[in-house]
């Protein structure tokens, strides 16, 4: 207990002091400093407690799953028929465009032997 430095800051901190605008700005500094510093600890150690968390929400959310299925089977299935609408609507315009652009060069060929 002699050699506790908490101690010895604790006496050196009720001493009184000359006011320092260099020394008063140096302490706002290390104040926020500080601050930051614990702001990140928190975080961090919240994080920490969270990642397990939301391992058991997952399973959790799958046994949810497990359990009502029959509700989302016909969600699925209509989502399975509005992807497959949306594939064959994209390869018709792929179609579309190929078409129209080897009609453009065809035209662009007949125009360069006539020329």
């Known amino acids: 207990m002699a050699v506790d430095s908490t101690f010895e800051f604790e ?3 009720n001493r009184p002091v000359k006011y320092d605008r260099d020394l008063m700005g140096k302490t706002i500094l ?4 500080v601050q930051e510093i614990k702001e990140k600890r928190e975080e961090r150690f919240f994080a920490n407690r969270m990642k397990d968390a939301n391992a058991e929400k997952k399973k959790q959310a799958r046994v949810e799953i497990e ?3 029959e509700l989302l089977a016909p969600a699925v299935a209509k989502r399975e028929d509005v992807m497959r609408n ?3 609507s994209a390869r018709a315009r792929i ?3 190929k078409k129209s652009v080897s009609q453009r060069v065809a035209v662009n060929d007949d125009v360069m032997e006539e020329g």
């Open 95 to 97: 179609a579309a465009r």
């Open 11 to 13: 006496k050196r901190r």
């Open 67 to 69: 359990k009502s299925i």
């Open 86 to 88: 949306v594939v064959d």
């Open 30 to 33: 290390a104040m926020h400093k």
